[in-house]
Nanobody, 123 residues
Framework: QVQLVESGGGLVQAGGSLRLSCAAS????????AGWFRQAPGKEREVVAA????????YYADSVKGRFTSSRDNAKNTVYLQMNSLKPEDTAVYYC????????????????WGQGTQVTVSS
């Protein structure tokens, strides 16, 4: 089992920045891919970014390319999502997820999920 805890959400004005963190604990000795997802009210959960164990060539959804950056520090078992130039449409609950295997963008492929952190972007 892998436990994930997100932090760093909050309220920010449009154009601002936030950095989300996802700390993993438990059976973290296996290399795992980490994904960031978000879910806005009334909408389905969607992938935002995903990063492999090596950290090379992360995946980004088109809606966040050039604004969001995913990184990880495996020594600290922590994954980050730097969000810049935030827009009101980025408002959602953001979830960190993990899976053992390569990057995928399907929510069903991720076995472990955090509790989510709210990000609210005001206009």
């Amino acid at each position: 089992q892998v436990q994930l805890v997100e932090s760093g959400g909050g309220l920010v004005q449009a154009g601002g920045s936030l950095r989300l963190s996802c700390a993993a604990s438990g059976r973290t000795f296996r290399p795992y891919t980490a994904g960031w997802f978000r879910q806005a009210p009334g909408k389905e959960r969607e992938v935002v970014a995903a990063i492999s164990w090596s950290g090379g060539r992360p995946y980004y959804a088109d809606s966040v390319k050039g604004r969001f950056t995913s990184s990880r520090d495996n020594a600290k078992n922590t994954v980050y999502l730097q969000m810049n130039s935030l827009k009101p449409e980025d408002t959602a609950v953001y979830y960190c997820a993990a899976r053992v295997g390569p990057i995928t963008i399907a929510t069903g492929d991720y076995a472990y999920w955090g509790q989510g952190t709210q990000v609210t972007v005001s206009s």
